[in-house]
């Protein structure tokens, strides 16, 4: 989870992350930032995130990307 923190905080300097921290209803990422975390995430973390994955409830919170990111690596 350190490394997912580190690339939020990477993409979106000055704010504090935590694990839930509501990203999208805070609006802290719009849908540009999104397709750069997802890029920043499958590289990272070597998972395939798919349009399927790109749904708000995946993306809600560290925590939630977090566990999307342990699903697709168990997946794989």
Do not use: H, Y
């Not at 802290?28 to 798919?50: G, Q, R, Y």
């Not at 999307?68 to 997946?75: F, G, K, N, Y």
């Amino acid at each position: 989870m350190e490394e997912l923190i580190e690339i939020l905080e990477n993409l979106k300097p000055g704010v504090e992350f935590n694990a839930d921290t509501r990203l999208i209803d805070e609006k802290i990422f719009d849908s540009l930032a999104m397709i750069s975390l997802v890029a920043e995430l499958s590289d990272e973390f070597a998972v395939d995130i798919t349009a399927v994955d790109i749904v708000p409830e995946n993306f809600e919170t560290p925590a939630a990307i977090w566990a999307m990111i342990e699903r697709l690596a168990e997946e794989d």
